[in-house]
């Protein structure tokens, strides 16, 4: 069965426009409201929180009218992470969680994703029918069994309390100066909040949502705000999140940028010395780095290699027994603590290698010396098939003959966005960039 609406991570688009409509959320509500009251033979509840968007008022309220017109009782979160949901569907006893946002997309954006019953992202399987009822006859509940909504004001204090959970008793971040940068999204109050409670001197920025500056200059994706409110006031590091607060990146004393491939490398090298990571592997994607696999070789750690997106990362980790995974994009998982990517968790276990070993930022996350590596977007229009064009596919057949052996190459389609993404990896930086330039021209043509 094959999915439409759905990309990598849920549904998304432009707000007010096909599919992130009003209409098209109350659909999607009244469909996963079926699909998860096939039993019908119970009281059944639905989580739902959002991030920062303007548009997330119409999107909750279209939602929660779909949900309730099949007879799903929706309980109300309001600004939470994007982790948070999936920790309090499970919490909740809730049978579906939805989370609004489009993570680090600018404002205009929103999405839908979803989570099951037990606080994970769904599998392709479930997204494609309820996807199918969508296109169909969605059955109502009768007048009398209609859901009811409320809100739930706790919500943010719930997962404050578990983030802090997962940092290592009898260690605190007193002394420590962190600059939080919460991209004006949904961790603007719980990130601060859960830094000061374990005694960290904190410098926020990015804490000022107004529904349209989300993600706009500040946050995992333009770090060089933090890299100035660092250098300005001499912090330690710079914690940088995305709108959703499921992925971080982070910022040394000097101002370097640490990304997903180098934090996960320090948590897989730890976790390995204490005999705690799980199968010996850690998960990530294609677009990880070759610098890291050679890490992680070098120490007979092993490198499972999935589809992008932290939903496929997540789904390999269960497969095979792992708990560590994430993507370079900085979303890193780790199952004993979260159901998906947590940023300020992540966060909080780098802050406790640096209170646990002394040394700081600068030498815990430059763990191996990256391969040259570049990507590059060409946007294209709806309903155009680059990748078909013939030109475009005989330059990357090109480009595949002149990397064989020196280095590797990647191009796909966003599951969140209308972009053809390549990506390439070679020593070879002249002979990199020329196959990039090649193949990004060809498909510039072709759209």
């Keep these: 069965m094959t999915r439409k609406l759905f990309g990598t991570d849920g549904v998304r688009g432009r707000a007010n426009t096909y599919p992130m409509t009003a209409d098209m959320a109350l659909r999607l509500g009244a469909a996963a409201g079926r699909y998860f009251r096939r039993d019908g033979s119970r009281a059944h509840r639905v989580v739902i929180g959002k991030d920062t968007r303007l548009s997330g008022y119409m999107i909750e309220n279209a939602l929660t009218a779909g949900f309730t017109s099949t007879g799903m009782n929706v309980l109300l979160l309001g600004p939470v992470p994007t982790p948070a949901v999936g920790l309090l569907t499970t919490s909740m006893r809730a049978d579906v969680g939805v989370m609004i946002s489009a993570s680090h997309n600018p404002a205009e954006d929103n999405g839908i994703k979803f989570f099951g019953p037990d606080g994970f992202k769904l599998s392709d399987e479930a997204e494609a029918e309820i996807e199918a009822l969508v296109s169909g006859d969605i059955l109502p509940a009768q007048a009398a069994n209609i859901g009811r909504a409320r809100r739930i ?38 990130a601060p909040e859960v830094l000061w409670e374990l005694g960290a001197d904190v410098v926020a920025i990015g804490v000022a949502p107004d529904g349209t500056n989300i993600n706009a200059g500040v946050g995992s994706t333009a770090p060089e705000a933090a890299v100035a409110r660092l250098r300005e006031t001499g912090a330690d590091i710079a914690i940088c999140l995305d709108g959703d607060a499921d992925r971080v990146i982070l910022i040394d004393e000097t101002g370097g940028v640490a990304d997903g491939d180098q934090i996960m490398a320090l948590f897989a090298a730890r976790w390995a010395e204490e005999g705690r990571l799980k199968g010996g592997k850690l998960a990530a994607t294609v677009m990880s780095n070759l610098g890291l696999e050679r890490f992680l070789d070098a120490r007979g750690i ?45 966060g909080l276990q780098f802050l406790a290698e640096m209170v646990r070993t002394g040394r700081p930022a600068s030498t815990l996350a430059r763990h191996f010396v990256t391969v040259p590596q570049l990507l590059r977007n060409v946007r294209y229009a709806a309903g155009q098939t680059p990748l078909e064009h013939p030109a475009v596919r005989a330059a990357i057949a090109a480009g595949e003959a002149k990397l064989a052996g020196q280095g590797r190459l990647l191009i796909r389609k966003s599951g969140t966005e209308p972009l053809m993404r390549v990506m390439a990896e070679a020593e070879d930086e002249l002979l990199m960039r020329a196959v990039v330039d090649e193949i990004v021209g060809a498909i510039e043509a072709a759209v």
Excluded: W
């Design 153 to 190: 004001d706790d919500g943010r204090f719930r997962y404050v309390e578990r983030v802090k959970s997962s940092f290592p008793q009898g260690l605190t971040l007193d002394g420590l100066k962190v600059v939080i940068d919460c991209a004006h999204g949904a961790a603007y109050r719980a």
């Design 302 to 346: 092993g490198l499972h290699r999935t589809p992008v997106g932290d939903r496929y990362v997540v789904e390999a980790m269960r497969a095979h027994g792992l708990n560590l995974g994430g993507e370079q994009s900085g979303h890193i998982v780790m199952t004993d603590y979260a159901t998906t990517g947590d940023g300020l968790i992540a």
